[in-house]
T-cell receptor
Framework: EADIYQTPRYLVIGTGKKITLECSQT?????MYWYQQDPGMELHLIHY???????EKGDLSSESTVSRIRTEHFPLTLESARPSHTSQYLC?????????????FGAGSRLTVL | EDQVTQSPEALRLQEGESSSLNCSYT??????LFWYRQDPGKGPEFLFT???AGEEKEKERLKATLTKKESFLHITAPKPEDSATYLC?????????????FGEGTQLTVNP
């Protein structure tokens, strides 16, 4: 069973609206990530956090912002959504096995901006 | 720059027809190579981590192998429930906190 939860699973909103995608994990992982994935394309890292009050931008430029006030919670916010933000957003957390990060993903939030 | 290339992009098999998926990579200091399975509309599900050339891991009908330049995911006698997109990712760098680079995936369809 998944120990990382994303809400909402699906969201359709109009241009200019503010949205927050929620992500929570119950595994006590310090590292958490947000990936963006378009259909048939690879995952692109947009934000990551290595612990409370630590956030960094990823490899793909994004207009979204994140916060990490609690270990288990890593929400992503878009202040003013645009059609170009339409995508699937995947949250993940990780723990180390023999020096390598093993990611556990949530089910994803599919965002459509009209 | 780390690169991951998966082939083929799509593969259609008959039930019971064994085959292999390829993941070629270029990284500086491989820390781990990962295989994930992703079903439509869901997040990727972890399958394997391989750490060094020559390593092999198995899970049911899947077997992952690793060389210094590529990894193979062998599927033996696949069933329709094996249909999914299979993603390969690498973690590189000297620190264990390095991020993962993903390939575009191979979409596998197994027909009954």
């Amino acid at each position: 069973e998944a120990d990382i939860y994303q809400t909402p699973r699906y969201l359709v909103i109009g241009t200019g609206k503010k949205i927050t995608l929620e992500c929570s994990q119950t595994m006590g992982h310090d590292k958490m990530y947000w990936y963006q994935q378009d259909p048939g394309m690879e995952l692109h890292l947009i934000h990551y956090s290595y612990g409370v009050n630590s956030t960094e931008k990823g490899d793909l430029s994004s207009e979204s912002t994140v916060s990490r006030i609690r270990t288990e919670h890593f929400p992503l916010t878009l202040e003013s959504a645009r059609p170009s933000h339409t995508s699937q957003y995947l949250c993940a957390s990780s723990e180390l096995y023999s020096g390598a990060n093993v990611l556990t993903f949530g089910a994803g939030s599919r965002l459509t901006v009209l | 720059e780390d690169q991951v290339t998966q082939s083929p992009e799509a593969l259609r098999l008959q039930e019971g027809e064994s085959s292999s998926l390829n993941c070629s990579y270029t990284v500086s200091g491989l820390r781990g190579l990962f295989w994930y399975r992703q079903d439509p509309g869901k997040g990727p599900e972890f399958l394997f981590t391989l750490y060094s050339a020559g390593e092999e891991k198995e899970k049911e009908r899947l077997k992952a192998t690793l060389t210094k330049k590529e990894s193979f995911l062998h599927i033996t006698a696949p069933k329709p429930e094996d249909s999914a997109t299979y993603l390969c990712a690498v973690q590189a760098g000297e620190t264990s906190g390095s991020r993962l680079t993903f390939g575009e995936g191979t979409q596998l369809t197994v027909n009954p």
